[in-house]
Each structure stands twice: as C-alpha cells, then as structure tokens.
C-alpha cells in the first residue's frame, strides 16, 4: 500500500487545503489526514472539531482517511508505514520553513520522503488564519472554505459572519 500522509493544524481547514489533498489522492492508494494535537499553540477548533470538519469535507475522497497525532510526526509516520509526508507550497514564503522542518524529519528518519505539492493559483493566497480574521470580522468566506467550516466559523463569531451561498 503506498500510503501519505497529510499533516497540518487545519485549524480550519480550507480550499487550498482541499486542493492539495485531492491532487496526493490521485498521486498515492490512501492519504492519511493528520491533524497535528498541540497543547501549546491556541487553536479556535478543537482537535476533534478539526477531524470532524475534514472528515466531512473529504467524504468525496474514497482513499483519504482522517485522523489526529500527537508527539513527532516522524513516529506517526513510521506507525502508519507512510511512504511521504505531504504539504502545501503556496509561495516562496512557506518554503524557508517547509525546508527546514523537511530536513529536520529527514535527519529523524531518512526513509519518510516529504513531498510539496502547489494548490491551484486560485487558492495561493488563503490560509487558515486570514479566514479566521475575516470571518472573526464579519466578512464571507465562503469562497476560502468548505460549507461545514463555513458554518462552524459562523456559530463561533456569532451575526457577524455571514454564511451566503457558496459558488
Ligand atoms: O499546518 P501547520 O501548522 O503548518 O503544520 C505543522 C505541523 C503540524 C505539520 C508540524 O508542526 C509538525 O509536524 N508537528 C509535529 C511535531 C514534530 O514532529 N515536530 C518536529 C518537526 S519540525
């Protein structure tokens, strides 16, 4: 089995998140989701929030399972027999760090290869915090996200959000 995984803080996740996936869903037999549980960074949607949002959003993708680690990635990896670790490049900007911590988990574990994979240009410039401040100020967001997180953004900030159709 050649088998992904697609690790992030999906807090929450979005279209560009979306994209990225669908296109490793193509690439390998099974995609394993894993929302990263980390007690030290603030985040709006539980972890269990998280998984629950993705599992909807991904119910179109017969070889994608959801799940949520805690502790090394590089040990998730290896319990999961993962071939790849999966993540997004949007920009130049995410490369420093998305190199870094590739080297840093290849120098853990030299046999999990990382793999960048870019979202469709559309989706360049969205990420899980801008939606968050758009929402949190009463903007749309339904382009940025899935129906459900749309939702989920809109009980959490109350009126201000407004859920409008998506496109
Ligand atoms: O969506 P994010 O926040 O950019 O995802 C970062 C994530 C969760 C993939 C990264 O922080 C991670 O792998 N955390 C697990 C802990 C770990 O293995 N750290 C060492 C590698 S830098």
Redo the contacts with the bound molecule.
């Keep these: 089995m050649l088998r992904a995984l697609y ?4 807090d929450p996740i979005t279209n560009g998140h979306l994209d990225v996936l669908a296109r490793a869903a193509r690439l390998f037999e099974e995609v394993i989701v894993a929302v ?1 549980h ?1 007690d030290s960074k603030q985040a709006l949607f539980s972890t269990q929030e998280r998984v629950q949002m993705l599992e909807t959003s991904t119910a179109h993708l017969p070889n994608v399972k959801v799940t949520s680690f805690q ?4 040990d998730f990896a290896r319990a999961q027999k993962a071939k790849a670790v999966i993540r997004g490049l949007r920009a130049v900007s995410d490369f420093e760090f998305e190199f870094q ?1 590739a080297l ?2 290849r120098s853990l574990e030299p046999n999990l290869e990382a793999l960048f994979l870019m979202p469709c240009e559309e989706y360049s410039y969205i990420s899980s915090r801008m939606v968050k401040e758009v929402a949190r100020l009463g903007g749309t967001v339904s382009r940025f996200v899935p129906e459900c997180v749309e939702a989920a953004l809109h009980q959490r900030f109350g009126a201000g959000t407004q859920p409008s159709g998506h496109a």
């Design positions: 690790p992030g803080s999906f990263a980390n502790g090394l990635l590089v911590m840093m988990n």
